[in-house]
Nanobody
């Protein structure tokens, strides 16, 4: 059973930055697409970004493109989400998820099979 553990959530002021981490208990990330999602109170879970398994191609939601960057460290089996210029509306629980997929990645939460427990990001002055 693949396990994912997120970390890095915190309280940050508007305009600040955070880096979230998603550590995976797999032999290799090459066979999995990893996605970042978020959910705020009263809203559904929405896609943020994803990275493919084999070639490392990435996707972003348009509203976060340029502010958020997804990367991975294959040796550490960890995927990161760097978030800059944070806004109060970025406040949410952030989750990472995995799906066995080699090429490409989806930002639809319904296709992902494995989920972490989430990490809270609060943007407030």
């Amino acid at each position: 059973q693949l396990q994912l553990v997120e970390s890095g959530g915190d309280l940050v002021q508007p305009g600040g930055s955070l880096r979230l981490s998603c550590a995976a208990s797999v032999f290799t990330l090459d066979n999995y697409a990893i996605g970042w999602f978020r959910q705020s109170p009263g809203k559904g879970r929405e896609g943020v970004s994803c990275i493919s398994g084999r070639d490392g191609s990435t996707n972003y939601v348009d509203s976060m493109r340029g502010r958020f960057t997804i990367t991975r460290d294959s040796a550490k089996k960890t995927v990161y989400l760097r978030m800059n210029s944070l806004k109060p509306e970025d406040t949410a629980v952030y989750y990472c998820a995995a799906r066995r997929q080699i090429l490409g990645c989806s930002m639809s939460p319904v296709v992902y099979d494995y989920w972490g427990q989430g990490t809270q990001v609060t943007v407030s002055s």
